[in-house]
């Protein structure tokens, strides 16, 4: 299957990874514009957490759109936006009580970069090994999942210090813990030979890997870098820009590791494919912000918080996290069978509706090959799925949280036909 690209008009810096001329798109369906219709499990990336178009998000947006499309934050005070940080705050630990909102994951991510610069007075940023935290100069000075991201675009923002994560090969042949112990023996040794305390103003790490593979860390990862940051009086940031809004079966997933972060970055979840992301941090350090110092034209943007609070209203009241979670542990178990049976699916991991299934080569190299193979072929035969990982050798199931079991099976069923057919068999 030749893959379509934009016209001469459109940049080719997006690569293209479907043939789908979209037309519409509703609850897990996109249809295309013959009416061809495809099972949506990338959910836009891990947006569309309810669904495409849900009926509700969609009347709150209608609504809000004969009202008002911008009221510029700073010339109009604007009583949605108390509301949409009142409707974020009931969903959060009451430490993490204080917002600053913008469009985009690495607006938000370039914010907390500025705020922790602002608020310590401090330069460096020690980030981990398989992070992604966006394209914007700073966002991707902190990015490390592939180097296709990177290139060409160096020097990035300096002040950045990468340390290990517990996944990556060069720790292969210990087990979990002594990995953990030898990430976190680096992290310190960063602290001791590189940027010290003194000048070290934050790290900053996704708790659950989401373009670097799909990888839930052993919790005494995450709790560690906790402890290392509060012994030296160093902030903690969770990106959690794709792991946020029920993604993981908890509303964030930091909640799986019993660890709170000091900053929190939050956006695509969060209103359901409108353009909306933030910052929440403890309202004394938000209050060291410099008035003035940091902001933007258009966020909030009045249909976004319109959008994001219904969707957040939705989380609750039709139970989707909950859902995420059954149905997340339904999809691992069942892709678990497909493993035992499968020598080339080499694991199967993550939380609630944010699962990877990494693939190997029958020489035992990543199984890039065979991942893109299986991703087209369940694209053809209506399955819409990507990949992700250094060498996008892991398949990731990113379903909307109001996926049923039916919809899995049907899914699983051309998943595995699909395997079998790339793997020749
Ligand atoms: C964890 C994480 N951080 C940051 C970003 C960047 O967000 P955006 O693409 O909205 O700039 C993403 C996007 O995929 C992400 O998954």
């Known amino acids: 299957m030749s893959l379509k690209s934009y016209s001469d008009s459109v940049s080719k ?14 609850g897990i369906f996109l249809y295309d514009r013959k009416g061809k219709k495809y099972i949506d499990f990338t959910s836009g990336i891990g947006v569309t957490n309810t669904g495409h178009c849900h009926p509700r998000v969609v009347n709150a947006i209608k609504k809000q759109s004969e009202k008002l499309l911008h009221g510029q934050t700073t010339i109009l005070y604007n009583s949605m936006i108390d509301e949409l940080a009142s409707s974020i705050k009931k969903i959060l630990p009451d430490e993490l009580n204080c ?4 469009n985009s994951g690495s607006e938000a991510v370039e914010s907390a970069i500025k705020l922790v ?10 980030c981990f090994q398989g992070g992604y935290h966006g394209r914007s100069i700073g966002a991707l000075s902190l990015t490390t999942a592939k180097s296709v991201y990177r290139s060409g675009y160096q020097p990035l923002m300096s002040g950045v210090f990468v340390s290990p994560h517990p996944y990556f ?7 979990s813990e002594q990995r953990v112990k030898h990430c976190l023996d680096e992290l310190e040794h960063i602290l001791n030979t590189q940027t010290s305390p003194e000048e070290t103003a934050a790290m900053i790490i996704e708790p659950i890997l989401g373009e670097g593979g799909y990888v839930v860390p052993p919790k005494s990862f995450i709790q560690g870098i906790r402890n290392i940051c509060d012994k030296y009086n160093i902030l903690l940031i969770f990106d959690e820009i794709q792991t946020g809004f029920g993604r993981t079966g908890k ?11 000091d900053i929190l970055v939050i956006a695509k979840g969060i209103a359901s494919g409108l353009p909306l992301s933030g910052i929440v941090a403890n309202k004394k350090l938000m209050d060291k912000w410099v008035t003035g110092s940091h902001g933007g034209t258009y966020a909030p943007n009045p249909l976004s918080i319109a959008a994001a609070v219904e969707t957040i209203k939705v989380l609750e009241e039709e139970k989707l996290v909950h859902n995420s979670e059954d149905i997340g542990n339904y999809l691992l178990d069942k892709l678990q069978n497909i493993k035992n049976k499968h020598p080339n699916v080499i694991d199967v991991r993550g939380k609630g509706l944010m699962i990877g299934c990494e693939l190997i080569e029958e020489d035992g190299q990543s199984g890039t090959y065979i991942a ?30 109001t996926t049923k079991k039916s919809d899995i099976d049907r899914s699983l069923k051309i998943f595995e036909i699909a395997l079998k057919q790339s793997l020749g068999r």
């Open 99 to 102: 917002m600053f909102f913008s």
């Open 13 to 26: 810096v997006w690569p293209l990874f479907t043939n789908i001329d979209v037309d519409y798109g509703e």
């Open 117 to 126: 610069r602002h608020a310590t007075g401090k330069p460096n940023i020690i």
């Open 251 to 261: 509303y964030f997933a930091f909640e799986h590791f019993k660890v709170k972060p």
């Open 169 to 175: 090969k060069q720790h292969s042949n210990e087990n």
């Open 372 to 401: 893109e193979k299986v991703r087209k072929n369940c694209l053809s035969k209506g399955l819409i799925l990507l990949t992700c990982g250094p060498y996008n050798q892991v398949i990731r199931w990113i379903p909307p949280l």
